[in-house]
C-alpha cells in the first residue's frame, strides 16, 4: 500500500495543483458578474405606454350633450397589435337644474361599460373604463357617451320631457392609455402605428448638412399631417442640460462612473463627457431619445463615440465588458451599422424602438408614411429608391370608409350624433384638395309624421342640411367643401334628429335606426384654383411645390426645422414632393415652382406686408399705410404673393422668432396673416365676394352656371340693347328710304 502511495503522490499533487489554479482563475473566465447581470437586464420586458387625448384627435373645444342624444368618439390603436392594461379615463362634467331622471352610459366597441345616474346641481363625471386587450383590425377604440334626460312632467305622456337645462360635457382631455409589448413591434408599420401622440425627431446636432435637414423637415411634416405634435431635437452633447427626473438607474450600476452620476434627480444635469452620455442613450432617457431619427454619418459617429466611451468604463470587469458588448449589438446597433442609402429601417436604442432614416431618404419615408401607404411597411427594413403619395385622378374619390367611418347603425329618437375624424393629407393629393362630399344615409320610417333632418358638419360649419324621406333606403346629401373648413385635422359630424311620436298621449316615444353607409359615401377632390388667397394656393402647394430657405438655417437646425415644419404644413406643402431650394444671404430667388419662401429675397415679388430688419412691420393698403409698427416680438407675417411667374407664400419673422407656431392650423383665410406663439392672431384678405360669400352647398353643374351668368349676365344683357338698337336703326332707314322714293 505504501508503495503504491508513494507511486502515485506525485500525480495526485499535480491534480490537485490544477484544480487550485483552475479555482482561482474561475472567476475571470465563468463567473457571472452581478454588474454583467445588470447590464444584461437594461432594456428587459420593457412595455411601451401610450396614451391619446381626445384634444390630440383635433376636438379643441368640450362636447355637449343635452336632452337624450349619444355621440362616438374614434380613438386611435395600432392595427392588429394586442393593448395590455388600457383603459379609458373619461373626463366630463354634468349640469342638472330641472328635476326628473339623467343619466349617462358609456360604451367601449358598442358595449356598455359603466353608466351612472346623476343627481340635481352639477359636478364630475369620471369614470376609468377597462378596455379589453384583444387586438383591434379596424385600429380604432369606439368610445361611446348616451345621454339621457327626463324632466318630471304632470303626467301627459305627449309633453315634451327633454330637458335643456340637462347637460352633460365631455372634455377633450378624456384619454384612452395603454401598453404594448416592446416585442410586438417588429414592423416599420407598427413602430409608425404606435408613435406617442407628441413624438420626438432626434437628429445629429446643431449644425447639420443639407441632406439631414431636407430629410427632417419632410419626415416633421409627415407626423404633423398625421395628426402629431412633433418636436425637434438634437442629439446632446458634452456641456449641454438635460432633465435626468424620473430616470431609472438599477442600483447594480451606479457604482459605473456615468451611470453614477446621472443618478442625481435634478432638472438641469449637464453632460459631463460622452460616457454619461452613452448611459443616457442606454437607459432611454427622453432629454437624449428620439421616436425617429435622421441619420447621417455624423449621427452615427456620435453614437459610437458615446457607447466606446461607456463599453471603456467595463473594461476592469470581463463579464460587464462582454456582457455590454452583447447588449450594444442588440440594443444599440446603429452606433456600428452604417444606414444604406435611401434606407428606412427599425432598430433598438436602448429601451425603445426608433425609426431610422438615411439623410437622403426623406421625401421617400414621407410619401411611405401617408395614410394610405404606410400599411406597407410590414417589414422592419425597406430601401426606397422612389416612393411618392398616390394621385387622386380626376374621377378618383375617397370612400370614407378608408378614412376609419364605422358603418354601424345608431337609434335616434330626438338626436344622435355620426363622426369621424382625419388628417388633411388623408384626403388631398398632387394639388387636389376637397371639393364635394357625397353622404349616403339611410333611416328607418317612424310613425311621426314629421321626416328626420339630417346636417352635415366639417369641423363645426354647418355644409348642408336635408329633410330625409326615411323609408330605409339610402338618400343622397351632396355638399361643396368651402377651402376655409379645411384644418390640419378634419372632423366630419352628421347629426340626424327626430321629432319624438306618443300617438295622442298614448303611447312612449321610441328610437328609430338611423346609419351612414360610410362604403357609399365619399370626398371628391377637386383642381387648383388659383385666385391670390391661400385657399386658392392651397391645391398647388400639394403638388409639386417648391420650398426656399436661407443657408444660414442649416446654424440652430432644430429650431428652424420645427419652424419649417409649422409653416410647411400650414400652407399644405407637400413633404414628399417638393423641392428644397438654398438662398445664399442677399440672394433674390426666381421660383420655378409654386413656392413656399421663408426670409429670403423672390425675384418680382411686391408684398402688402413689408418686414425690415426683423423689427418693422409695414402693412400697405390700396390709398395707404394700413399699419407701422415697431417692437413686435414672436410674431411673424405670411402671405400670398407672385414672382417670377410663380404664386406662393412668402414668410417673414418680426423680433425674436418663436420656435413653436402653437397648435397646428391651416393658412386658409385670405391673402395675409400674422402669425404669433399660439398660432394667426390677424387675418386679412383682399376683400373679394368669392373669398368671403361660402359656395351654393348643391353645388355641382348648375352652381358653375350661377357663376358663369353672375359675372356674364351684364354682357348678355348689353349684347340684346345692341341688337335691339340696330334691329330699331335698320327699320327706320328703311322707312325713310321708302319716303324718299
Known sequence: MLLLFRKFAPRFAASLSALASACVLQPHIGYASPLGDGIRQLGAGVNLTRNIALADLGLAAPVVLTGDSSQDFYLPVPKGLPLDGASIAFDGRYVKSEPGSASVVLSVDGQPMASQMVPDGDGP????????????????????????????????????????????????QTRLTYRLDQKSIASLDDAWSTLPGAPTLLVAGNTLGQDAFDSAWRIGVALERSGKRVSVRALPSVGDVVDTRGLDVPAVLSGVPAFGAIRDNVETHRIANAAELGALLALGAPGASGDVMVVDNAMRARLAAAFDALQAQFAGDTDASAAFGAWRAQHAPLADAVLGSKQIRLFLMGRQSVIAVSADAGAQAAALFDASMHRLLTSSAVTVPAASAPDIGDKQVVRLSSLGGAADSFDVMAKGDWTVGFPLDAVSSNGRMPSELTLYVAAAPGPAASRPVAAV???????????????????????????????????????VQRQPYSADCNEIPQAYPVDILPAASYIKPGDAEPDGTFVGLLPLLAGNPQLIVPDRYLSAAPENIKRVIGIAAASGLSPSRAELTWAARDKAITPSKPFVAMEVAVDGVKPSAVVTDRNRLQIGGKDALLLDVTGLQHVSTAEVVRGGGQDGVLWHAIGEPARDTGAP?????GNLAVIGSAGPVAWFDNGREEDVVAPDADGGVSHEWRR???WGAPLIGIAVLLFVVIVVLAALARRKKRSGN
Open 125 to 172: 363625471v369620471q369614470r376609468a373604463i377597462a378596455v379589453s386587450a384583444h387586438p383591434r383590425e379596424t385600429g380604432f377604440v369606439r368610445l361611446g357617451v348616451n345621454w339621457h334626460s327626463q324632466a318630471r312632467n304632470a303626467g301627459r305622456r305627449c309633453e315634451d320631457d327633454r330637458s335643456k337645462a340637462n347637460s352633460v360635457t365631455v372634455s377633450p
Open 457 to 495: 358638419f366639417w369641423n363645426g360649419v354647418l355644409l348642408t342640411a336635408k329633410q330625409l324621406d326615411a323609408n330605409g333606403r339610402p338618400e343622397q346629401l351632396r355638399a361643396r367643401v368651402p377651402g376655409y373648413v379645411l384644418g390640419v385635422s378634419n372632423t366630419l359630424r352628421v347629426s
Open 665 to 669: 392650423f391651416l393658412l386658409n383665410r
Open 708 to 710: 358663369i351668368v353672375s
